[in-house]
């Protein structure tokens, strides 16, 4: 009986409103993150992977972080400082080794492989890179680095001069038809529309298209892979037959007679 009662003691009555010592205390706001530059490039980047470039906005970026639109630019001073810091986020973690006089074509297949892994990741990134130029002060050692490996395959200046930006040419131009590509088909393979192609090259009167009618096949028959390294490869040999060195001298007589 007396547990009953205490029961009913401590029972709270509907019509009776709760003392204020029992109220529940008022929870606190969770702690707002600060707004950094990294974290409006994060979120930058999350707009313009589900938008693509044409519909990024500082708005929208704002949108995607929960913050007024003035709030960005205390850290950001519009959207062309915006695409700039995108491009060079490209570089985080993107090193080059040291030259080798002996490996150099590979070091330079290296870094444009590298380079496209990196454009692929977002889309239409390549746009974004192929209107930026890395010489701005936290990417000039990059550059350096990358005229370094360069000059260790015995190029002239007038070449390497030009070397740089024809990689990053190639690089942001085949990324850029590659996503370009993804996105005119949707959901139609490749494969299915590169055999509407093949057959239509192979259906060509072959007295008036000898040369397509016989590269049919192999017009639309490679990975985008495979055309990257072919491209890379005729690219690094061009660039090789300048070299300033004596051909007849292997590259560790090279690198001996530098030493």
């Known amino acids: 009986m007396g547990r009953e009662i205490g029961r009913s003691f401590m029972s709270q009555p ?23 530059r990294e974290r409006i490039v994060d979120a930058a980047f999350v707009v313009l992977d589900r ?34 810091l995108m491009y060079a986020r490209l570089f985080d973690h993107a090193e080059l080794p040291d030259p080798d006089p002996d490996n150099w074509q590979e070091q330079i297949k290296d870094y444009a492989r590298a380079g496209r892994q990196r454009l692929l990741r977002h ?7 192929m209107a930026h130029a890395p010489f701005t002060a936290d990417l000039l050692p990059h550059v350096e680095k990358l005229f370094a490996v360069l000059r260790a395959g015995g190029l002239p200046d007038k070449v390497m001069a030009i070397a740089g930006d024809l990689l990053s040419t190639y690089m942001e131009g085949f990324t850029l038809e590659e996503s370009m590509w993804q996105e005119r088909l949707n959901d139609a393979s490749w494969k299915q529309v590169g055999a509407e ?17 016989a590269l049919a096949d192999l017009l639309v028959g490679e990975s985008n892979d495979y055309r990257f390294e072919l491209g890379l ?15 007849g001298k292997s590259s560790r007589d090279r690198r001996h007679e530098r030493e």
Do not use: C
């Open 14 to 36: 509907d019509d009776v409103p709760t003392p204020p010592w029992e109220r529940p205390r008022k929870r606190q706001a969770p702690a707002r993150i600060p707004l950094t």
């Open 51 to 84: 938008e693509g470039l044409d519909k990024l906005s500082m708005r929208q970026v704002a949108a995607e972080l929960g913050v007024a639109v003035s709030a960005l630019y205390a850290h950001v001073e519009g959207k062309d400082e915006l695409f700039e």
């Open 123 to 129: 889309r239409d990134m390549a746009r974004i890179s």
């Open 197 to 213: 192609i093949r057959d239509y090259f192979s259906s060509l009167p072959p007295e008036r298209f000898p040369n397509m009618v």
């Open 233 to 247: 490869d005729i690219i690094l040999r061009g660039l090789a037959t300048y070299a300033e060195e004596d051909p």
